[in-house]
């Protein structure tokens, strides 16, 4: 069974600090990587896909990288604004998305 | 392009009854996955649709079921509903099969509250 963790739980930045967000994994042999934020109360955003045989992808403020030797994905972003506060999830998807539990992010004007 | 749609966004049931939630895919896709999400589980795999054929379940009891339509709109049915139901529904549509470089959006999901 896939296994997904993201630590920490919870992060607090001041605006404009950069965001690293980790995401671990237990199977290698994974398809692809998506990552997602998630506002109270409200669906999932699609953020990111990085497909198995990519190492990284960008789009604007956010990167995220995959490593799959190492079963790690992180997700940057880039100075931060009070809007990025959210849940980011990160889930692997082979014939389902397998979700980690997510990291709060507050970001403080 | 609309995105995927959720109806209805809330629901309040008490235990023993049935609930059937819908969702409409956007436009063009063909797959329709379905998660529970609470605070205890985080978010877990229902089922996913592909062309009115279910192609994956997830580790439910059979009191989830769900079905597709020849417009890929999908519903979800839970019957007997237990407190333990209690839970935001989320579906997400993608254009081919759920995995691979399919990228799968989300609706804003369904709340249901058993009590």
């Known amino acids: 069974k896939q296994e997904v963790t993201q630590i920490p739980a919870a992060l607090s930045v001041p605006e404009g600090e950069n965001l690293v967000l980790n995401c671990s994994f237990t199977d290698s042999a994974i398809y692809n990587l998506q990552w997602f934020r998630q506002d109270p109360g409200k669906g999932l955003t699609s953020l990111l896909l990085?497909?198995?045989?990519?190492r990284e992808q960008t789009s604007g403020r956010l990167n995220a990288s995959l490593d799959k030797s190492s079963g790690r994905s992180t997700l940057y972003i880039a100075a931060s604004q009070p809007g990025d506060s959210a849940t980011y999830l990160c889930?692997?998807?082979?014939?389902?998305?397998?979700f980690g539990a997510g990291t709060t992010v507050t970001v403080r004007a | 392009k609309a995105g995927v749609t959720q109806t209805p966004r809330y629901l309040i049931k008490t235990r023993g009854q049935q609930v059937t939630l819908s969702c409409s895919p956007i436009?063009?896709?063909?797959?329709v996955s379905w998660y529970q999400q609470t605070p205890g589980q985080g978010l877990q795999f229902l089922f996913e649709y592909f062309s009115e054929t279910q192609r994956n379940k997830g580790n439910f009891p059979g009191r989830f079921s769900g079905r597709q339509f020849s417009n890929s709109r999908s519903e979800m049915n839970v019957s007997t509903l237990e407190l333990g139901d209690s839970a935001l529904y989320l579906c997400?549509?993608?254009?081919?099969?759920?995995?691979?470089?399919?990228?799968?959006?989300f609706g804003a999901g369904t709340r249901l509250s058993v009590l």
């Open positions: 990085i497909q198995s045989s990519q």
């Open positions: 997400a549509s993608s254009l081919g099969p759920a995995g691979g470089e399919n990228i799968q959006y």
């Open positions: 436009s063009g896709h063909r797959s």
């Open positions: 889930a692997l998807n082979d014939y389902k998305l397998s």
